[in-house]
């Protein structure tokens, strides 16, 4: 299973927008790029998911360069709410089921 | 629609017992996932069922065990606690075993406190 490689933590303002950059060097041609998020006491939560190029939807963007070796979460004009941990996950059909976390980034958005 | 159900959300066992957690899926769901989820580990696969059979399991010892039931439902087993069983057990549920289309949904949790 490819490893993913996050910054622990990271801090914002409430309104900014937010990029959360994921590395995943050794990503496989089949593989997907998908984020959770996390609240405390909960279980993740399914954001986005893309294979290359961009992605977006009602919550956030996902940007996929050429190589695929990296990926970016944008977060547009966040809110407290938005303080979480946020999970980047590289998997196939055939290891999906068998979802890898790694550390995750600790957003925390202050005022 | 409701979402993944998981029983009891809080649980307090002593070292040496067993406990049995409880999951329901979405409705027509049939994929339901283990994890548990430490300080110290993170979150940790533990096993997949889909259609009553396990299809995938994690690196867990023997005292760890599942079964899915005809309606989807699941529970997990955990004989002999130890006190590294302290954890949060989430279920996550899908579509069909290995699905990646909008992910997999988890419920909130069960908190095992082993003493």
């Known amino acids: 299973l490819a490893k993913t490689t996050q910054p622990i933590s990271m801090d914002s303002y409430e309104g900014q927008e937010v990029n959360i950059t994921c590395s995943h060097n050794?990503?496989?041609?089949?593989?997907?790029i998908t984020w959770y998020q996390q609240f405390p006491s909960q279980g993740p939560r399914f954001i986005i998911q893309?294979?290359?190029t961009k992605v977006t939807n009602e919550v956030a963007s996902l940007f996929i360069p050429a190589d695929r070796k990296s990926s970016t979460l944008s977060l547009p004009r966040v809110s407290l709410s938005d303080t979480a941990v946020y999970y980047c996950?590289?998997?196939?059909?055939?290891?999906?089921?068998?979802?890898?976390f790694g550390t995750g980034t600790r957003l925390q958005v202050t005022l | 629609k409701a979402g993944v159900t998981q029983t009891p959300r809080y649980l307090i066992k002593t070292r040496g017992q067993q406990v049995t957690l409880s999951c329901s899926p979405i409705s027509g769901h049939r994929s339901v996932s283990w994890y548990q989820q430490t300080p110290g580990q993170g979150l940790q696969f533990l096993f997949e069922y889909f259609s009553e059979t396990q299809r995938n399991k994690g690196n867990f010892p023997g005292r760890f065990s599942g079964r899915q039931f005809s309606n989807s439902r699941s529970e997990m087993n955990v004989s002999t606690l130890e006190l590294g069983d302290s954890a949060l057990y989430l279920c996550?549920?899908?579509?069909?075993?290995?699905?990646?289309?909008?992910?997999?949904?988890f419920g909130s949790g069960t908190r095992l406190t082993v003493v």
């Open positions: 996950l590289v998997g196939n059909t055939g290891t999906a089921s068998k979802l890898t």
């Open positions: 996550a549920s899908s579509f069909q075993w290995g699905n990646l289309d909008y992910g997999y949904t």
């Open positions: 893309g294979y290359k």
């Open positions: 050794n990503i496989a041609t089949n593989d997907y």
